[in-house]
């Protein structure tokens, strides 16, 4: 099967069908480009999301990363930025395998293409010279043997004439003579080009154009096996990135299987752990009996017998922790405003964090020391005595951030009710109190609650305190009255008994002036005189979204 001999009278066809090749050649290319393009941004996208959700650093986010669930999102977010560079890996490889190659390819088979036709278009104008010339020689032999016979004719019409002279009759045979000669000699040459043509029309018909159209025919074949090659590379590409996209992929599948929820929930615990055990069961209080009325020692009162209570115009004025939450001032240096667990991780942390600070400024001093030692040998390099200052400057700061740590240590030795000797690694150890200090540290704990249990000042600082939360609380009188937020109606009735705290009877309205800050207390008003705090579980609170500090209420 050959173009040349199936189509040889097919040119205009093979010329169209062959510029339609080279069409859906470069078709294919854009194909490629866009499918680059796509991967690129594909993989631009992947990584704008991967970086959308990773935890900013030094914030508070970055500390919910120590949950096994939140380590495997992280290693998610990066197994998806390796997932993206494999996109780009396919859209580098396509570009330099597929469509620069193929960009290139079309150039030369398009010179190809071009030279292949201009040869048969140059064999096809010959062969129509040679079959011009062909009918030029037999217009002429066939208009030479027409004057031929019209010449003949004459001399006999002539010669028959009795009229004519005999010069005439000369005369016509000389012209009748001549008119046969030419005719003969049109012929001859006519006889001579037809040869001629029948012989370039076969090497036309049977040489030049098969050998054209033959390479044609294998310029397209190479053009259609070179598309199959590129389309081979083109799921070959794709084909090499599986085994590494299967491999970030496993990479999610193992960050899933590590997530641990009972580590998930020991740290809970030990974030919000608060250290003070739970109350004990409060005591029948006897109205019968005419005596005074007393709360167990063991309930949730921090009031004890001949306590008295700091009241002032319908005020309660002896509020302890946690009820002063409106204290402008900044957050107490021994973290006392927290319960004894939280206040003992935070002291651990500033502690650790003075010892890298100390660490910090003895490695500086030991570079100035190095470079003092330096300049004394070689006095050419600096002077040493410029360096007394900066390392006067490292002593004197190591020295304060070492008085600022054992001031530390000393709050954390105090609250984990430990010797200072006490090893770092128990210390960092211990989430629970040792049982020969247990005791101890229950009964302060027991001085130290407010009406919801949580932790206050020690009683041996009761009196001092009482003044400090007096002088607080003349500091709050100056100030306007706290606007309601919101109403809420009491579900039961609640004996305010304790500092701080306000009575309500069931089915009640109240205004709202504190929501709930995660303590199970919330702050309320019956009249102008009259507010305090009663527990949120106690209520049902209806938020004025429109108020000043309210929060959306769920």
Same mark, same amino acid.
């Given at each position: 099967?050959s173009?040349g %001999?199936?189509?040889?009278d097919?040119?205009?066809?093979?010329?169209?069908?062959? @510029?339609?090749?080279?069409d859906?050649l470069?078709?294919?290319?854009?194909?490629v480009k866009?499918?680059?393009?796509?991967e690129?941004?594909y993989a631009?996208?992947?990584?704008?999301?991967?970086?959308?959700?990773?935890?900013k650093?030094?914030?508070?986010?970055e500390? *919910?990363?120590?949950y096994?669930?939140?380590k495997?999102f992280l290693?998610?977010?990066?197994?998806m930025?390796?997932?993206?560079?494999?996109?780009?890996v396919i859209?580098?490889?396509m %570009?330099?395998?597929i469509t620069?190659d193929l960009?290139r390819?079309?150039?030369?088979?398009?010179?190809e293409?071009?030279?292949?036709?201009?040869?048969?278009?140059?064999?096809?104008q010959?062969i129509?010279t040679?079959?011009?010339?062909?009918?030029?020689?037999?217009r002429r032999?066939?208009r030479?043997?027409?004057?031929?016979?019209r010449?003949? /004719?004459?001399?006999?019409?002539?010669d028959?004439?009795?009229?004519?002279?005999?010069?005439?009759?000369?005369?016509? +045979?000389?012209q009748? @003579?001549?008119r046969?000669?030419m005719?003969?000699?049109?012929?001859a040459d006519?006889?001579s080009?037809?040869q001629r043509?029948?012989?370039?029309q076969w090497?036309?018909?049977h040489?030049h154009?098969?050998?054209?159209?033959?390479?044609?025919q294998?310029?397209e074949?190479?053009r259609? =096996?070179r598309?199959g090659?590129s389309m081979?590379?083109?799921?070959e590409v794709?084909? !090499?990135v599986?085994?590494?996209?299967?491999?970030?992929?496993?990479g999610?599948?193992k960050?899933?299987?590590s997530i641990?929820?009972k580590?998930d929930s !020991?740290?809970? =615990?030990?974030a919000?752990?608060?250290?003070?055990?739970?109350p004990?069961?409060?005591?029948f209080?006897?109205y019968t009996q005419p005596?005074?009325r007393?709360v167990s020692e063991?309930?949730?009162?921090?009031s004890k017998?001949?306590k008295?209570?700091?009241k002032?115009g319908?005020?309660?004025r002896?509020?302890?922790?946690?009820?002063?939450?409106?204290?402008?001032?900044?957050?107490p240096?021994?973290?006392?405003?927290?319960?004894?667990? !939280?206040?003992r991780?935070k002291l651990? !942390?500033?502690?650790?964090?003075?010892?890298?600070e100390?660490?910090?400024?003895?490695?500086?001093?030991?570079?100035i020391?190095k470079m003092?030692d330096?300049?004394l040998k070689?006095?050419?390099?600096?002077?040493?005595?410029?360096l007394?200052h900066?390392?006067?400057?490292?002593? @004197?700061?190591?020295e304060k951030l070492r008085?600022e740590?054992?001031?530390?240590e000393?709050?954390?030795?105090?609250?984990?009710g430990?010797l200072p000797? +006490?090893?770092?690694?128990?210390?960092?150890?211990s989430?629970m109190y040792e049982a020969?200090t247990h005791q101890?540290?229950t009964n302060c704990?027991?001085?130290?609650e407010s009406?919801?249990?949580?932790y206050?000042?020690? /009683?041996?600082q009761?009196?001092e305190?009482?003044v400090l939360a007096t002088?607080f609380?003349d *500091?709050?009188d100056d100030e306007?009255?706290?606007p309601?937020i919101?109403?809420?109606?009491?579900l039961y009735t609640?004996e305010?008994?304790?500092e701080?705290t306000?009575s309500v =009877?069931e089915?009640?309205?109240?205004s709202v002036?504190e *929501?709930?800050k995660?303590?199970?207390?919330?702050?309320? +008003?019956r009249?102008e005189?009259?507010?305090g705090y009663v527990p949120?579980?106690?209520?049902e609170?209806y938020l004025?979204?429109?108020?000043?500090?309210?929060?959306?209420y769920?």
């Open positions: 099967m173009w %001999t199936e189509l040889w097919q040119f205009d066809n093979l010329e169209k069908h062959t @510029q339609w090749g080279i859906i470069e078709k294919y290319i854009k194909f866009e499918r680059t393009e796509i690129l941004s631009k996208q992947l990584r704008n999301l991967s970086k959308k959700y990773q935890p650093k030094n914030s508070k986010e500390e *919910e990363y120590k096994t669930a939140c495997a290693s998610t977010l990066n197994e930025n390796d997932y993206a560079g494999q996109h780009e859209s580098e490889n %570009t330099s395998q620069v960009m390819y079309v150039q030369e088979l398009k010179q293409r071009k030279s292949n036709f201009h040869d048969g278009r140059k064999a096809q010959h129509e040679c079959w011009k010339q062909l009918e030029s020689s037999k032999f066939e030479d043997c027409k004057e031929a016979d010449a003949q /004719q004459y001399f006999e019409k002539m028959a004439d009795i009229n004519v002279t005999k010069a005439d009759v000369e005369k016509a +045979r000389q009748a @003579q001549l046969h000669q005719a003969e000699d049109s012929k006519y006889s080009i037809l043509f029948n012989q370039e090497e036309y018909y040489t154009i098969p050998n054209i159209f033959q390479k044609i294998e310029m074949e190479r259609i =096996v598309i090659e081979k590379t083109y799921a794709d084909r !090499q599986i085994p590494i996209i299967g491999k970030c992929l496993d999610i599948v960050a899933a299987e641990d929820q580590n !020991q740290l809970v =615990v030990e919000y752990k608060s250290g003070f055990e739970p004990g069961d409060i005591e209080e006897d005596m005074k007393t063991n309930s949730l009162s921090s017998e001949g008295p209570e700091l002032f319908g005020k309660s002896g509020k302890l922790w946690p009820f002063i939450k409106k204290n402008k001032g900044a957050t240096e021994d973290f006392s405003n927290l319960p004894p667990e !939280q206040r991780k651990q !942390q500033k502690v650790d964090d003075l010892n890298k100390i660490q910090k400024e003895m490695d500086q001093r030991d570079a020391t003092k330096v300049y070689n006095p050419q390099m600096g002077d040493p005595a410029s007394d900066k390392l006067a400057e490292a002593t @004197q700061n190591i008085l740590t054992q001031k530390f000393a709050w954390l030795a105090e609250v984990e430990r000797a +006490r090893s770092e690694q128990a210390r960092r150890q989430g020969q101890t540290v704990a027991q001085d130290r009406p919801d249990g949580s206050t000042e020690e /009683q041996s009761e009196s305190l009482k002088d609380d *500091e709050f306007e009255p706290l309601a919101g109403t809420c109606k009491a609640f305010g008994q304790n701080g306000i =009877v089915g009640e309205m109240l002036i *929501e709930d995660g303590d199970g207390w919330t702050r309320i +008003r009249s005189d009259e507010e949120t579980s106690y209520v609170v004025d979204k429109n108020a000043k500090g309210a929060k959306t769920i």
